[in-house]
C-alpha cells in the first residue's frame, strides 16, 4: 500500500490495541457500569483486556514471522480450495459448539430460537408448559419479551420472528443443533470468496478475504454458538452477491434471502443492510424491473413469517382475554415495534463505542486499518461503495437503538455486514483498475497484483499467527465462560428424573439457565426459584410424589430420589402438572 506500509500498519495497529487495553483497564478498575448491561461490560473489561494484550502479541510476532511466510503460495492455496477450506470449518466449528461452547445457548437471545426450533420440529406453533407453574418454568421479567406466553391456555412461543428457529429446526429434526451455526459460517466463506473472485478476478485476493474471514475470532466465536449472527452475515452475503450483476432473476432470488433476512429475529440488520442496494438498484436505467422483481421475492415470506407471526403473537398473548384488551395488546405490540429506534443517549453511546473497540479486537489485527484504507481507494467501485455504505449504515443506525448487546461475542450489532470488512481490506493491498474516467459500475480487474510483497507477508503472518493464538485463546476463555455459566446449576450427581429449582441470587444472570424442553420433555426440568417457601407449597401442590433431595447455594433438586420419576408420577393425581405428558390446564 502506497498510503501506510507494513510499519504504519504495525505502528496504527499498536497504538490503536494499546488505547483499547488501558482503556478496559481502567473500566475493570473503576467497576463503574454507566448503565451498561453487566454482562456486556464484564465480558469487555474482563476478558477483552486479555484479548488486547493477545492482539498486541500478534502485531509483534507477525513481524518477526512476516519474511519466513510463503505468503503467494498459501493465498493462491486458499483461493483455490474455498470448498475444502469451508468443509474443514465446519467440522471444527461442529467440534467447537460441543466442547468449547458445551452445547449450551448461554443467552436467551440463543434459548429462545433453540427452544422454538423444537417447536417446529415437532411441527407445532407453539410448546405448551402447565398454566399455574408458567412463573416458575419461565421468570416473570422474560415472558413476553424472550418468549410469548398465553396465561389462559399455556401456550409458549418465542416473540422474536421465527426465521433463524426455522433454519434451525432441520437440524434439531434430525438431533444436530450444534451443526446449523458451523454450517451456516462454512457456506459464509464461500460466498465471501464468490464476492472477492468477482470483484479482483484473482484467486490470491479471494483466498485473502477467505483467510481474513476465517482467522477472525468473531467469526470462530459466532459460528459454534447458538445466535443468529451468522445467518444474517450469510443472507446478507448472498444478498450481494446475488445483486453484483443484477438481473430480474436474480434479484427477485435476493429478494427471496432478504425477506429470510428480515425475519431471522429481527427486521433491522437487513434493513440496514439492504438500503444502500436498494438505492442503487432504483437509480439504475432498468430500475422498474429489476424492484418489481425484488418485490415480488420479499413479498411472500415477508407476508408470511412477518405479517403472519406477528398475527400468531398476538393471537398468542389475546387468547382468553376480553377483546378490548385484546385490541390494546395488539396495538402496544405494533407501537412497541415502532418505536424501536429513540435518540441515543450517553450509555448508548458509550455501548456503540464500545461494540467498535470490540469489533477491533475481535477480528484479524489490523482489519479495520486495511478495509478503511480499501474503501477510500475502491470508493469509484460500485461494490465497494455499496458494502462500505452496508457497513457505516449498520453502525450509525444502532446508534439510535436504545440498547447494548448485553452478553455476545464481539460486536454482535454490527455482524451482519461484517463480510465489508475482508472484502475492504482486500481492496486495500489491490492498485484500483480502471478508475480514471470510467463510470461508477462494478469494476472488474483482470489482472490484479498486490503492491507491496511484505505488506502482504505481514498480513499473512497475522492471519496465521490469529488462526493458532487467536482463536485458540477466545476458544479458552470461552469455555471457561460457559463452564462457569453451567456450574451455577446445583451440583447433584443424580441421573434420575427430576426437577431443579434455580436461585439467582448468588450466581450471574443465573435466570437464563431455566431452559426446558416446550413440553418438558427432558430428564431435567428446570424452574426459577420464588424462595424456598413458595417453592416447597408449590412442589406440594402440584408435584407432590416428589421430595427434595439435594440443596446448595444455587438451588434444589427434587425427584423420586430411587425410583424412576416417570413411571410413578404418570399414576399420580391429575393435579402432578410436573409428571411427563401432562400438558397445560390438566388440573
Not at 459460517?185 to 464476492?195: D, K, P, Q, Y
Not at 486495511?370 to 467501485?381: I, K, Q, S, T
Not at 461484517?418 to 474516467?437: D, E, K, V, Y
Not at 485463546?473 to 451440583?491: G, N, V
Request: hydrophobic share 50%.
Amino acid at each position: 500500500m502506497r498510503l501506510t506500509g507494513t510499519r504504519i500498519l504495525v505502528l496504527v495497529g499498536m497504538t490503536v490495541t494499546v488505547a483499547i487495553l488501558v482503556w478496559t483497564r481502567q473500566m475493570r478498575l473503576h467497576g463503574e457500569l454507566h448503565g451498561l448491561a453487566p454482562s456486556f461490560f464484564f465480558l469487555f473489561a474482563s476478558k477483552d483486556y486479555s484479548g488486547a494484550v493477545c492482539t498486541v502479541l500478534i502485531l509483534l510476532g507477525a513481524t518477526w514471522a512476516a519474511p519466513s511466510v510463503p505468503a503467494s503460495s498459501i493465498l493462491r492455496w486458499a483461493g483455490a480450495h474455498p470448498v475444502i477450506i469451508a468443509e474443514v470449518s465446519a467440522l471444527l466449528l461442529s467440534a467447537g459448539t460441543l466442547l468449547v461452547y458445551h452445547n449450551h445457548p448461554l443467552a436467551m437471545d440463543e434459548y429462545a430460537a433453540r427452544f422454538q426450533s423444537q417447536v417446529f420440529a415437532a411441527g407445532h406453533l407453539s410448546g405448551s408448559f402447565p398454566r399455574p407453574i408458567l412463573d416458575w418454568l419461565i421468570p416473570r421479567g422474560f415472558q413476553d419479551f424472550f418468549l410469548n406466553v398465553s396465561r389462559t391456555t399455556g401456550g409458549v412461543a418465542e416473540s422474536y420472528w421465527p426465521g433463524f428457529a426455522l433454519l434451525l429446526a432441520p437440524f434439531t429434526w434430525a438431533g444436530i443443533p450444534w451443526a446449523c451455526n458451523p454450517v451456516v459460517s462454512a457456506l459464509t466463506l464461500i460466498v465471501v470468496h464468490r464476492l472477492a473472485l468477482a470483484l479482483f478476478n484473482n484467486h490470491e485476493a479471494a483466498g485473502l478475504a477467505l483467510l481474513l474471514t476465517i482467522a477472525s475470532p468473531v467469526i470462530f466465536a459466532d459460528g459454534i454458538s447458538y445466535y443468529s449472527m451468522p445467518a444474517h452475515l450469510l443472507a446478507n452475503s448472498l444478498y450481494a452477491l446475488l445483486l453484483l450483476h443484477p438481473t430480474p432473476r436474480r434479484a427477485c432470488a435476493a429478494g427471496v434471502v432478504g425477506s429470510l433476512a428480515l425475519s431471522l429475529h429481527n427486521p433491522v440488520p437487513h434493513m440496514l443492510f439492504a438500503a444502500p442496494w436498494l438505492v442503487w438498484i432504483a437509480t439504475r436505467r432498468d430500475n422498474v424491473r429489476l424492484l418489481t422483481a425484488l418485490c415480488a421475492g420479499y413479498l411472500p415470506l415477508c407476508v408470511l413469517l412477518g405479517v403472519g407471526w406477528f398475527e400468531f403473537s398476538t393471537h398468542l398473548l389475546q387468547e382468553g382475554l376480553v377483546r378490548s384488551t385484546a385490541s390494546a395488546t395488539a396495538s402496544n405490540r405494533l407501537q412497541h415495534m415502532l418505536s424501536i429506534f429513540s435518540l441515543p443517549t450517553p450509555t448508548v453511546l458509550l455501548a456503540r463505542l464500545i461494540g467498535l473497540a470490540k469489533l477491533w479486537i475481535w477480528a484479524v489485527p489490523g482489519l479495520l486499518i486495511l478495509a478503511g484504507v480499501g474503501a477510500v481507494r475502491w470508493r469509484r467501485n460500485t461494490l465497494c461503495m455499496l458494502l462500505t455504505t452496508s457497513a457505516l449504515l449498520t453502525v450509525l443506525g444502532y446508534f439510535f437503538v436504545p440498547v447494548d448487546q448485553g452478553h455476545g461475542w464481539g460486536y454482535r450489532y454490527f455482524h451482519s455486514a461484517w463480510m465489508a470488512l475482508p472484502i475492504l481490506a482486500t481492496a486495500s493491498m489491490f492498485r484500483p483498475i480502471q478508475l480514471n474516467g470510467a463510470p461508477i459500475d462494478l469494476q472488474y480487474g483482470p489482472s490484479c497484483t498486490f503492491e507491496e510483497p511484505a505488506t502482504k507477508s505481514y498480513v499473512t503472518a497475522c492471519i496465521l499467527l490469529t488462526l493458532i493464538v487467536g482463536i485458540g485463546w477466545r476458544a479458552w476463555q470461552m469455555q471457561e465462560f460457559i463452564a462457569y455459566d453451567l456450574s451455577q446449576l446445583p451440583h447433584y450427581t443424580g441421573t434420575e428424573r427430576r426437577i431443579v429449582i434455580i436461585d439467582s441470587t448468588f450466581s450471574f444472570y443465573g435466570a437464563d439457565l431455566v431452559q426446558n424442553d416446550p413440553w418438558l420433555r427432558g430428564e431435567v426440568i428446570r424452574m426459577y426459584s420464588h424462595g424456598a417457601a413458595a417453592d416447597a407449597k408449590m412442589m406440594g401442590e402440584y408435584c407432590p410424589n416428589l421430595h427434595r433431595v439435594y440443596a446448595d447455594r444455587y438451588g434444589t433438586v427434587w425427584s423420586e430420589a430411587l425410583t424412576s420419576l416417570g413411571s410413578r408420577a404418570s399414576r399420580t393425581s391429575g393435579k402432578n402438572l410436573c409428571a411427563p405428558n401432562v400438558r397445560a390446564g390438566s388440573e
